[in-house]
Each structure stands twice: as structure tokens, then as C-alpha cells.
């Protein structure tokens, strides 16, 4: 299946049928307080929702990220909520970030490989593209093909998972690895702001009861993230 993006903001758009342009899916991020776990303060985080909008008005939501500045910190697909971003990336085993790629696995038996050019999701057993992200580009004799100028063609995503529910997840997984992408590369637009964390750093280094704010890139994120390259956001 071949969609497209309503906006540049792929966390706040509609997901298009390419050829029909019959909406698909809707993607909003909303605001939302919540009390830290890691210090004694209420803390603005972000909530990702996806929601099937095929139903002629039934919408569905089928998946949701709670985000902790970038790092997502609630993953919930269809009925299953996931503890860690770990749990959706088949526990991190085997990832590999260098400088010019990340590879990430997930669960599913597939292996997201992201450069500051491209994003692909792919079968680990037949090398078969399951997923891939294309900016500013257009269909021409059913190949993807970048746009010679910013802004004339669309954000392009492939999603050819065996059912909705892998298509879901796929979804979930991709939104993350985008962030983790554009961050890593230094590409923009970044989405978040960066302190909107556990404990956000203050301006004027004041303490919440009786504790030091520390500065969101200085927390320590667990392993997950410092192999994904998160604590760089």
C-alpha cells in the first residue's frame, strides 16, 4: 500500500491512499500533563494517536506513543501496552548506529536501516522491503521519484505488512525511528522540543524540592537508549 502525507508534520497529518487519496489513517500529537516518575514536579509530555478513519465515520483508534521529551514512554497497540520502546525493537538485540547508518530490529522479524537520506523497514529473512519512506517525492511509472524542488512533490511511506495489525505496529515503529532518524542526522524540522522530559532543565538552575533539575540530555536513559542513540535528543 502506497500513502501519502497531508502535511510536512507526519506527526500531525493524514495518511492518503496515493492513487484514490481516500484517507487512510489520521495522526494527531496532543499536550498533556502528567506527574514525573523521577521528580516531584508535573511535566508537559506529548501523546501520538493513530486512528483508522476508513469506517464512514466509525473511526478506531489503534495505536498510541507517549513521548517524554523525544523518547517514547508508553507504547499501546490495539490492546497491548508496551513497557519499553525495547519491547517493540525485539528487545534491541544486534542494533548498530554509526555515523552514517542506524540499524534498528524489531519484533517482527524485520530490521529498520535508517540514513540522513532514507528510511527503510526490511524482511531480516528475505531482504523483502516491508516498509520505506520517501520526502518530496511523486509516483512516475510506479517508481518512487525524488522532486527536483523542495515542496513539489509529497512525503511518501510504503506499507506492505501481512495485515492491519503488522501495519499498525510497523506504523508505531516508524514514527519513533523517524525522530531517532532526523535527530541523529541533524535534520529538520526537529518535532519536539528536546527538554520536554522526566524533569525538564530550569533556566535558572533552581532545584523542585530539594533535588537539582538535571538537563534532559544528561539523564540516563537505560541501555535502550543510549544504544538507539536517544540520549542525544
Known amino acids: 500500500m502506497l500513502l501519502k502525507f497531508s502535511t510536512q508534520d507526519v506527526l500531525n497529518s493524514t495518511l492518503l491512499h496515493y492513487r484514490t487519496a481516500a484517507p487512510i489513517y ?3 500529537t496532543t499536550k498533556f500533563f502528567s506527574r514525573s516518575a523521577t521528580c516531584s514536579a508535573v511535566v508537559l509530555r506529548r501523546r501520538t494517536t493513530i486512528i483508522d478513519i ?12 507517549e513521548w517524554s521529551g523525544r523518547i517514547p514512554s508508553k507504547i499501546r497497540i490495539g490492546d497491548e501496552v508496551l513497557k519499553d520502546v525495547d519491547e517493540l525493537l525485539g528487545g534491541c538485540k544486534s542494533i548498530n548506529v554509526d555515523p552514517k547508518i542506524i540499524s534498528v530490529p524489531t519484533r517482527l522479524n524485520n530490521s529498520w536501516k535508517a540514513t540522513a537520506g532514507s528510511l527503510t523497514l526490511e524482511d531480516c529473512n528475505t531482504g523483502t522491503l516491508t516498509s520505506a519512506f520517501y520526502q518530496n517525492s511523486f509516483l512516475l511509472n510506479d517508481r518512487v521519484i525524488r522532486a527536483p524542488f523542495a515542496g513539489l512533490g509529497s512525503d511518501i511511506l510504503v506499507l506492505d505488512g501481512k495485515d492491519t495489525a503488522m ?21 529538520a524540522p526537529h518535532t519536539f522540543d528536546k527538554y520536554l522530559g522526566p524533569c525538564p532543565q530550569a533556566e535558572d538552575d533552581t532545584e523542585i524540592a530539594g533535588k537539582p533539575r538535571p538537563n534532559t540530555l544528561g539523564v540516563d536513559l537505560g541501555e535502550v537508549a543510549r544504544r538507539l542513540g536517544l540520549k542525544s535528543l
Open 54 to 65: 476508513r469506517g464512514g465515520g466509525r473511526e478506531r483508534q489503534l495505536a498510541e506513543i
Open 167 to 187: 501495519n499498525v505496529e510497523i506504523l508505531a515503529s516508524f514514527f519513533i525511528m523517524e525522530i531517532i532518524r532526523r535527530n541523529h542526522f541533524n535534520l
Open 26 to 28: 489520521a495522526v494527531s
